[in-house]
């Protein structure tokens, strides 16, 4: 059982820049997936970013070339260094970790979750 303890998020002006960390109870290093998801006042939750054992990356197009995972394996840390922030960026943001080789943006193999974090956004 591995559990997902998150920090960061805030409020911040459109533009602006925040970091997100997610830490994890144990080695997600080898044979692991994990990802960011946020979910918005009424939407559905969307994945925006993974990566794999590899470190190989995949972004939602809302946010390709402004947010930036990555994952300091020594630390057993998760972040999400997020950039040019929009209001449309506003919503509760959660790091999931999963067993699998393929990382995709859906919540399916996405069996642990972190507690979730308001990021705000205001313009």
């Known amino acids: 059982q591995v559990q997902l303890v998150q920090s960061g998020g805030g409020s911040v002006q459109a533009g602006g820049s925040l970091r997100l960390s997610c830490g994890a109870s144990e080695s997600t290093a080898v044979g692991y997936c994990v990802a960011w998801f946020r979910q918005a006042p009424g939407k559905e939750r969307e994945g925006i970013a993974s990566v794999d054992s590899d470190g190989q990356e995949r972004y939602a197009d809302s946010v390709n070339g402004r947010f930036t995972i990555s994952k300091d394996n020594a630390r057993n840390t998760l972040y999400l260094q997020m950039n040019s922030l929009k209001p449309e960026d506003t919503a509760m943001y959660y790091c999931?970790?999963?067993?699998?080789?393929?990382?995709?943006?859906?919540?399916?193999?996405?069996?642990?979750w972190g507690q979730g974090t308001q990021v705000t956004v205001s313009s």
């Open positions: 999931a970790a999963g067993r699998g080789v393929w990382c995709p943006l859906r919540e399916i193999i996405y069996r642990y």
